[in-house]
């Protein structure tokens, strides 16, 4: 309880502070961020004893930044009832325009949905995320948080193009029974952590719309001592390389996210190095009345036969892996910064082929 | 008798209520929203791709100059035509891009002002400050310059 409470407090003090400073934004020009993402959802799902990983009832994501002449200093810190963590904590200088050097953790950029969505729901159309994009903390299979040095720019392309290079070099996650476990700031890092490189190159044709289509590269260095790791995988360390590619593009009044991963995964004894393959594609259709049609397909090959997969569903009554999914839902954006979401899903896992329901609230204040 | 007096309380309310909705829709006729800054600002002129950047919060410079927007909110309509013809999205467009941008730390979120003369106060007091409003809210006032017409009526 201490534990939990000390953890809290960084949120609080942020959450005392910043509203003191944006309620002054009427009166003089600031350049403080802080903005909550709050979301509540309920899921039923056949043949599941519980809500999974991804599925709290309640998540708040504080959001918080301060930008002074090229410097910059943004965090993320979300909470659900059982989990309290600082996401990201990076330390900016925008050494030259749209181009800058970040210290700190921050999302690894070869995620094409994490690096557009990170934490708050409100800013994704689906209320589920591909399993394929899962963080570690919910038995995602790719590491997502980098501590080190972040690289990002933009360079103009015509009058409103530009290509955006990012690259990310640091301390990657270890691996612990069944999840990757990143390094946590405030808190205890139990295992080895090792190299980790990730990547994009990316095309955005009209800078301010967000459209986009790149190539993504990730490289990941893994060592364990846990003995369950090495009794399953019969290796010490694991070498993850990641090639992808993605596009997120919107033609009123449709949009499409699609994106492409080929995992290798290298193990200490050559031959039983293996590899899959998976990707989603998202359309999303806008309607009448502030209504947003969504459908999802998830596909995955070969990964039913990797034992670096099963490594991660740590058999607790919940869809951890999902070789397929399609998913289909209805948002309305019922008031300024407030969705309601329905999405119903098909889902086929290591052991069961499951349907589920989910209703969200999600919302931003102020 | 009393059944001519309401007919008549009738057609006096309808005739009120017409004659207020002409004066409304006189009000707004040759309504035009300016791009404005402060009257001490070295900025005369951007064009409409650095408007809607800058207005999506994102790095705008002219001379060295960091340009920072400021939102107009001060009425429901300055919002919907600022939202058509300014930045050409709908307002949950708009909201979730310039999120997303914060959430990926590119930028700031241009702070929002629901009061018209607080906002009229900041773009006088920075030299770097670049708003829009009505023109018939600034056209008489020498602190604000207007850089050009946004839409008009």
Known sequence: ?366 | MERRDSVRRLLCKVLGLLLLSMACASAYMNERLVLIASADSPIDQLDSIEVRRLFLGMNVTHDGIRLRALLNEADSQVRSVFLQNVVAMTDTVYDRRVLRLAMAGEITLPPIYTDKRALLAAVAANKTAISYAWERDVQQDKRIKILRTLWHD
């Open chain 1, 1 to 366: 309880m201490t534990r939990h409470f000390s953890r809290l407090l960084p949120a609080l003090a942020l959450l005392w502070y910043f509203p003191a400073v944006s309620s002054a934004a009427d009166h003089e020009h600031s350049a403080n961020e802080f903005e909550v993402f709050l979301a509540a959802e309920a899921i039923h799902g056949t043949g599941q004893t519980h809500a999974g990983d991804d599925d709290t009832w309640f998540d708040a994501d504080v959001l918080f930044g301060l930008t002074e002449h090229q410097f910059k200093v943004f965090g993320e810190y979300y909470i659900t009832p059982d989990e309290r963590d600082l996401e990201r904590l990076q330390f900016g200088w925008e050494f030259a325009p749209e181009t800058t050097l970040w210290f700190g953790r921050f999302h690894q950029p070869a995620s094409a949905w994490n690096s557009e969505h990170h934490h708050g729901r409100y800013l994704q159309t689906a209320i589920t995320r591909p399993f394929i994009e899962r963080w570690e903390d919910e038995q995602g299979l790719i590491p997502q948080h980098i501590t080190g040095a972040l690289f990002d720019t933009r360079q103009a392309m015509g009058n409103v193009g530009a290509i955006q290079v990012s690259t990310g070099v640091g301390y990657g996650p270890s691996i612990l029974a069944h999840e990757y476990e990143p390094i946590d700031l405030i808190d205890n890092n139990p295992g080895r952590h090792r190299l980790a490189i990730s990547g994009r190159l990316a095309y955005l044709p009209e800078y301010e719309s967000g459209n986009g289509a790149g190539l993504v590269f990730a490289h990941d260095q893994v060592q364990t001592a846990s003995p369950s790791v090495i009794n399953y995988i019969q290796s010490t360390n694991i070498v993850l390389t990641v090639w992808g590619a993605y596009v997120d593009w919107t033609f009123d009044p449709w949009r499409v996210i699609a994106t492409n991963y080929y995992v290798d995964v290298g193990l200490d004894t050559g031959a039983h190095d293996e590899s899959f393959i998976s990707g989603y594609i998202q359309a999303e259709r806008v309607l009448p009345h502030k209504l947003t049609m969504f459908g999802r397909l998830e596909n995955s090959s070969r990964m039913e036969e990797s034992r670096y997969v099963h490594l991660f569903d740590d058999h607790d009554g919940d869809i951890d892996i999902a070789f397929q999914r399609e998913a289909l839902g209805l948002r309305w954006d019922f008031i300024r910064r407030q969705a309601l979401t329905v999405e119903i899903s098909h889902v086929i896992s290591i052991d069961q082929r499951s349907n589920e329901i989910r209703l969200q609230w999600s919302g931003v204040i102020p």
